[in-house]
Every structure is written in structure tokens, then in C-alpha cells.
Nanobody
């Protein structure tokens, strides 16, 4: 059907940068909204950033000014550029998308498996 595969996670020092990617594949006509969520150990999943098909973005207050979400519609890929990383950014980052399926044009919400980001000295 549809899959989301994240990449780019890893270990980075405070103040460093990391760029996450999420590629969607499958029976996709188009993608409405793409977003990044994160889940820290023992905490609830939270929305980090989202972007519409037209390029409108929104961010959690905690990352505004440090993170940038973008997308390449031709590649069905969303990115999260993370700068000035803090230890509290440590979490599994999970890609989310609402896709429009081919033929049926039904919409479907899809989640990736997640990629771990660790910010530590």
C-alpha cells in the first residue's frame, strides 16, 4: 500500500545539527500533509513540525527557529533540518503523512518506523 521510511538519525553533540529524511512509496497519487512527530523515553508522542502540499508550515514552540521542515513533492519526501540541538530534543523521530491513494483517491494516514536522535556530550 504505502510505506514511510525515515533516515538520518544518530548521535550529535549539543549545538550540533542533523537532517532527517522521510521517503514515501507505494500507490500514491499525492500527499496532502507530511509531518514529523517525536517520542522521548517515557513521554507521549508530540508533533514537531508539519507541512502542507502547498508548503505551509507549522512548528512546535519548542523547536521554532531551530528546526525547518521542507518537502520535495517530486520525490514524495519530507525533510527535517535540525539546528542548535539540545539534549531535550533526544527522541525517536517519526514521520507521518496523509496520502491520497491512486485510483480510489481515498486518503490514508501512514506512520513510519522512526529514527533515533540522541543529543548528548
Amino acid at each position: 500500500q504505502v510505506q514511510l521510511v525515515e533516515s538520518g538519525g544518530g548521535l550529535v553533540q549539543p549545538g550540533g545539527s542533523l537532517r532527517l529524511s522521510c521517503a514515501a512509496s507505494g500507490s500514491i497519487s499525492s500527499i496532502n500533509v507530511m509531518a514529523w512527530y517525536r517520542q522521548a523515553p517515557g513521554k507521549q508522542r508530540e508533533l514537531v513540525a508539519g507541512i502542507t502540499s502547498g508548503g505551509t508550515t507549522n512548528y512546535a514552540d519548542s523547536v521554532k527557529g531551530r528546526f525547518t521542515i521542507s518537502r520535495d513533492n517530486a520525490k514524495n519526501t519530507v525533510y527535517l533540518q535540525m539546528n542548535s540541538l539540545k539534549p531535550e530534543d533526544t527522541a525517536v523521530y517519526i514521520c507521518n503523512a496523509v496520502v491520497i491513494l491512486r485510483i480510489s483517491y481515498n486518503d490514508l494516514e501512514v506512520w513510519g518506523q522512526g529514527t533515533l536522535v540522541t543529543v548528548s556530550s
